[in-house]
């Protein structure tokens, strides 16, 4: 009885977890949801940058790891989305989805 409340707990986390982005999404306006796409881009274009060879990932370094500090900061999800974009990229560039 207790294994089937533990499980019960957790699905209520996830489901309070995804209430509380889409309450989030929901309060922000156009001009904060184009600021984080631009942002979300320019990760891209680092990304894309990092993996052309030694100098230029030198170059993205820095700019890279300051958004993600900022996007840490900012909340988990954005955090996380960066990461994957950054994924995203590096396999859509090396898959010659992405010119480079």
């Known amino acids: 009885m207790s294994g089937s409340r533990g499980s019960d707990?957790?699905?209520?986390g996830v489901v309070d977890s995804?209430?509380?982005v889409g309450e989030?999404?929901?309060?922000?306006?156009?001009?904060?949801?184009?600021?984080?796409v631009l942002y979300?881009?320019?990760t891209a274009f680092l990304a894309?940058?990092?993996i052309r060879g030694f100098w230029p990932a030198m170059i993205a370094a820095l700019p890279l790891a300051t958004m993600l500090?900022?996007?840490?900061?900012?909340?988990?999800p954005f955090f996380v989305?960066?990461?994957?974009v950054i994924g995203l990229t590096?396999?859509?560039t090396r898959a010659d989805l992405m010119p480079l």
């Open 69 to 76: 500090y900022f996007a840490w900061n900012s909340s988990k």
């Open 40 to 42: 979300v881009f320019t």
């Open 81 to 84: 989305a960066n990461l994957l």
């Open 24 to 36: 989030e999404f929901r309060r922000r306006n156009a001009s904060a949801t184009a600021v984080d």
């Open 48 to 50: 894309t940058l990092a």
């Open 9 to 12: 707990s957790d699905r209520s």
């Open 90 to 92: 590096v396999v859509a």
């Open 18 to 20: 995804l209430v509380l």
